[in-house]
């Protein structure tokens, strides 16, 4: 009888762990399925910040930041802004890169046709050359705050 007690703790926990074990998969799949339908009328925000080879002069910048302006005339695109790094004394801020751009969308799914649109492909091509790290944030504008 003794050697029947381990054996009964070792079924009931292998039962146990099959039972949550299921319940947690179950709860991801629910989760993942309500963000993605929830997600879907949420603003989003796409940032982009670019470092720039050495010898990109002043004036390749300018136009960089002129071709960037323009993604604004894509029809999924609600707002564009664009701009240098901000110079801080401040640790904590990465004032490194050469150019910010962000853009803000309705939704993931503008964000979406953004990143397909042959024009975006092509003005990335003519931005692309002249960079040499990039690094893009997306995420959603849960604030919903304009002045």
């Not at 146990?16 to 998969?25: A, K, P, R």
């Not at 002069?57 to 999924?76: F, K, Q």
């Amino acid at each position: 009888m003794k050697n029947c007690i381990p054996l009964r703790i070792a079924a009931t926990l292998l039962m146990l762990y099959t039972l949550m074990s299921t319940s947690i998969v179950h709860a991801s799949a629910s989760a993942a399925e309500e963000n993605s339908s929830v997600n879907s009328d949420i603003p989003v925000v796409h940032t982009v910040l670019f470092w720039f080879k050495s010898e990109t002069t002043a004036e390749t910048v300018a136009n960089i930041t002129n071709i960037a302006s323009s993604y604004g005339s894509l029809p999924m695109v609600r707002a564009v802004y664009v701009g240098d790094s901000l110079p801080s004394e401040r640790e904590v801020v990465d004032d490194s890169f050469g150019i910010a751009i962000t853009l803000l969308f309705d939704s993931e799914k503008d964000l979406q046709a953004y990143n397909a649109d042959p024009e975006h492909a092509r003005k990335s091509k003519q931005i692309l050359p002249y960079v040499t790290r990039g690094v893009i944030y997306d995420f959603y504008n849960r604030a919903q705050t304009h002045k």
